[in-house]
T-cell receptor
Framework: DVKVTQSSRYLVKRTGEKVFLECVQD?????MFWYRQDPGLGLRLIYF???????EKGDIPEGYSVSREKKERFSLILESASTNQTSMYLC???????????????FGSGTRLTVV | GNSVTQMEGPVTLSEEAFLTINCTYT??????LFWYVQYPGEGLQLLLK?????DKGSNKGFEATYRKETTSFHLEKGSVQVSDSAVYFC???????????FGAGTRLFVKA
């Protein structure tokens, strides 16, 4: 089975800190995604990447950046954490090579980030 | 555009009841359709999928049929268990790219 591993289940950070959320997948998937999940708002796409060093903005990229230096690792960076970035962050990966994602996503277990 | 609409929850059922969670999608292109399940404190897991019209996806007693004529992909299970309590997300592929669009999620509570 494909595994998507997020480095932390719970994080507490202070306002203004730079925060790194790490995600690693072990099955050579091309695409990787970062979502945040908030009550009543569902899943919102922050950034995604379809290849090493490639990145695309999702629906809510403001306040975030990403890095994909190796195929298996996709990092989400909060440049200066704010309280409105308190959320559950979900990483996902998928196989497809440039076409529609007919195989579905594999998700990590999530990182619950609290910014105080 | 590309969107997915699913019924609002929460849905509360007794054990062994029949489950239906409605999902409709915008008829843009020829999307693949998915149901994901999220158990408390976990990420989402792919439950089932269908890639073309009239396909039926099934897994763990859950089923959904890709209905192009009604642009629907309703999730059904004949007899729910307490362990099925979770949030269920309907999703479709994004026409013209490789993102997936998720519905808002429907929370299911099953009482013993």
């Amino acid at each position: 089975d494909v595994k998507v591993t997020q480095s932390s289940r719970y994080l507490v950070k202070r306002t203004g800190e730079k925060v790194f959320l790490e995600c690693v997948q072990d099955m050579d998937h091309e695409n990787m995604f970062w979502y945040r999940q908030d009550p009543g708002l569902g899943l919102r796409l922050i950034y995604f990447s379809y290849d090493v060093k490639m990145k695309e903005k999702g629906d809510i990229p403001e306040g975030y950046s990403v890095s994909r230096e190796k195929k298996e690792r996709f990092s989400l960076i909060l440049e200066s954490a704010s309280t409105n970035q308190t959320s559950m962050y979900l990483c996902a990966s998928s196989l497809s090579r440039g076409g529609p994602d007919n195989y579905g996503y594999t998700f990590g277990s999530g990182t619950r980030l609290t910014v105080v | 555009g590309n969107s997915v609409t699913q019924m609002e929850g929460p849905v509360t059922l007794s054990e062994e009841a029949f489950l239906t969670i409605n999902c409709t999608y915008t008829a843009t292109g020829y999307p693949s359709l998915f149901w994901y399940v999220q158990y408390p404190g976990e990420g989402l897991q792919l439950l089932l999928k269908a890639t073309k019209a009239d396909d039926k996806g099934s897994n763990k007693g859950f089923e959904a049929t890709y209905r192009k004529e009604t642009t629907s992909f309703h999730l059904e299970k004949g007899s729910v268990q307490v362990s099925d309590s979770a949030v269920y997300f309907c999703a479709r592929t994004y026409t013209g790219g490789f993102k997936t669009i998720f519905g808002a999620g429907t929370r299911l509570f099953v009482k013993a």
